[in-house]
């Protein structure tokens, strides 16, 4: 029995029928033709994984797929994007039919969730890496920007942060013992399997005056925003929201994670006072973390009081 | 003296002044924001160069900034689109300045002649491989597909067929012998550094039927036209356009190359018989080579006799 060539598998695991009236043509032409809504901009973003580097090697193929994709969607998000389009670029070793059928699984499960579909890609023979291009579009002049912070704003960030770094630890064979089996399942879930915060990227349209994610850990990305809007930022260490993963380690490593761990994927945004009600309402929990100040830097608070975190900004490749 | 940190050499050689307007938001957010030309559509399209694969690994850095960019723009000018904006994703397994000031200056000297933005990008580390997503824009309903070719169309493809199948055997140290500097040169160029027909795909619009680019081969790719447009086509071997230097070797071989080269770039079309005189006024010289037929399939003629050629279609990864 013949064994199905490269070309068929990518052809069998990847073309989807797809729903959306704005894919004028999809896969299979030289280039997709895409049709923005009226008054609508376009918002573009890419991002590699390579083996080894961004995944271990011994990651599932589902995760690989789902990954490659939520961390562009997570850019999307902090622009406060509809997500819409994507394109797959994937470099493979060779051609593994397990491997390409999950990594197809994983990565479809989130785009059908999120309505997002696959217009191209390329296909080519090398070293697994897999670099996506997510397209989404946004209301002109809605965008959510890192430049907008004022002083006196209020600061958030979503959901947890410090579990996936604690992922990391744990994948690197630290710190198994110290932590419950559900809290390791937690760790690594968040790790693998990030969540985009699509639904409260376009929710803080209109509210949050600057807003990025947190993929290089907390500390460094805040500091992007601040430099970018030209502010500073008090930071109450007390208020960086944790899962119960966390309360499991030493609650000073803790606090290293929660300002150092990348990949968290949450969204970080400041807005003014006045949206404190409107944001309390929103159906994914932001925590209140500290303030925008006219003085620059980052200053750390603990129950008000300064701290020094040896936190500093550090070069990321 | 402290060596440059591997972020600031990316931010000295890819940071360039944008001009166009249309860059609502450039590098340095979560994504860039576009305002597309009101009642144009956005083509999009995205393609991996793998060292070794792709171009040989003693490839010079310029080139291979070009050709990255260069295989992409290609595809938008298959589709007959303004091109406009470019991704970057650049995967290096070390930070080389020389190696980065000379990949920018490639990819800058491509961009900037075809007024080309890039508007985002991601760098990791990894064995050297480089993805471009290009996005470009076309008024609605004029975009070149390869699903239009009817029979009694004409057939055409630009340029000249074969110099790059002719300067990949060179890289492999074949046929060094039998050609004149001049023709090496040529060839390698043609391999090296592909002119994308931009200018000849505005020109095709509302003028070809179908068109794509010849990066696989003239005959897989006139493959893909036929299929796609549900047709067939007559082929005369001693139209296909080539250049002085395939005129020095075999003319069986020189035949070969034309029909299986891939990396060419031109593009490939069909037309009406009513545009051949606009046809022939085109800058860039269109070779008629053969027309479409009802019957499917791909027949070869040599002064009209028909001929077998072994050029059935391989499979491409």
Known sequence: MAQKGEFE????????????????????????LLALPVGEELVVTTDTLVAGRHFPDSAAPFDIGWKALA???????AMGAQARW????????DSDETFLREFARGFFALAE?????????DTTRGPLSIT???LGCVPAGLALRRDGARAGDD????????DAGLGLRLELGQWLDELAPLARDTALQRLHRPE???????????????CLDVSDGLAQDLGHLL????????????ALPRSAALADIDSAFADILALTSGDDYELLFTASPEARKAIAALPLACARIGRVTAQAGLRFLRAGVPVEMPVAGFTHF
């Open 155 to 162: 600061l958030y960030v979503s959901g947890c942060v410090g």
């Open 86 to 93: 994507v394109t797959l670029a994937l470099t493979l070793p």
């Open 196 to 210: 985009p915060r699509l639904a409260l990227g376009l929710a803080l349209r209109g509210m949050a005056s600057a």
């Open 9 to 32: 598998l990518i052809r069998e695991f990847f073309r989807r029928p797809v729903a959306d009236a704005g894919v004028r043509l999809g896969i299979g032409d030289d280039a997709a």
């Open 71 to 77: 961390v562009n969607l997570s850019d999307l998000a």
């Open 113 to 121: 969730r999120e309505g997002v579909s696959l217009v191209g890609g």
């Open 227 to 238: 430099a970018a809007s030209d502010v500073g930022a008090e930071l109450e260490l007390s």
């Open 132 to 134: 996506v291009t997510a």
